[in-house]
T-cell receptor, first 107, second 117 residues
Framework: RKEVEQDPGPFNVPEGATVAFNCTYS??????FFWYRQDCRKEPKLLMS???SGNEDGRFTAQLNRASQYISLLIRDSKLSDSATYLC????????FGTGTRLKVLA | GAGVSQSPSNKVTEKGKDVELRCDPI?????LYWYRQSLGQGLEFLIY????????KSGLPSDRFSAERTGGSVSTLTIQRTQQEDSAVYLC???????????????FGEGSRLTVL
């Protein structure tokens, strides 16, 4: 089993839609969780950290479920500019990246 | 510059040759990471340097791969006797503090694209 697993997608959604991604992790000792965004042929950039109580940043909401060992990312009111690959990152001893979920927002 | 700098940005080499990839992290960042990303794939961890501690080399795929970090700053990733399966984008990232600190943010360079013919 991979340490961090994501549905690769692609998720094709219309503008304005709400879309959610999940990510599961295998190491129960993991302490830090993040979502990164990677545009085509670009380097990954931090989107948001994921806190135990859940956190929100504008249209983006991240949740952590330690009991089931998954994190989620919810994007509301999708914009064309949200089209990218979203990488789940889990840190037990080092940063482990998932393979990413590709999102395409359609006009 | 203010960001992580990597060189070369593109490298084409012949199978069997050695290559060196360089990473210049953000000044003051104590932690430095190397990842590689094959086409359409996720990031594969290679090696992690944290301050003066022994590096975490657990992700290096074979003994043809090695890395060093001189003076706690610049790092060089060396691949000896390159193979076609080594073709990938090699990404370097730095962070202010290392794993275990809730900083979260890895700052990535633009990567070195390696093609082995």
């Amino acid at each position: 089993r991979k340490e961090v697993e994501q549905d690769p997608g692609p998720f094709n959604v219309p503008e304005g839609a709400t879309v959610a991604f999940n990510c599961t992790y295998s190491n129960s000792a993991s302490q830090s969780f993040f979502w990164y965004r990677q545009d085509c042929r670009k380097e990954p950039k931090l989107l948001m950290s994921v806190y135990s109580s859940g956190n929100e940043d504008g249209r983006f909401t991240a949740q952590l479920n330690r009991a089931s060992q998954y994190i989620s990312l919810l994007i509301r009111d999708s914009k064309l500019s949200d089209s990218a690959t979203y990488l789940c990152v889990v840190s037990p001893l080092r940063y482990i990246f998932g393979t990413g979920t590709r999102l395409k927002v359609l006009a | 510059g203010a960001g992580v700098s990597q060189s070369p940005s593109n490298k084409v080499t012949e199978k069997g040759k050695d290559v060196e990839l360089r990473c210049d992290p953000i000044s003051g960042h104590t932690a430095l990471y190397w990842y590689r990303q094959s086409l359409g794939q996720g990031l594969e961890f290679l090696i992690y340097f944290q301050g003066n501690s022994a590096p975490d080399k657990s992700g290096l795929p074979s003994d043809r791969f090695s890395a060093e970090r001189t003076g706690g700053s610049v790092s060089t990733l060396t691949i000896q006797r390159t193979q076609q399966e080594d073709s990938a984008v090699y990404l370097c990232a730095s962070s202010l503090l290392g794993t275990g600190w809730d900083t979260g943010e890895l700052f990535f360079g633009e990567g070195s694209r390696l093609t082995v013919l």
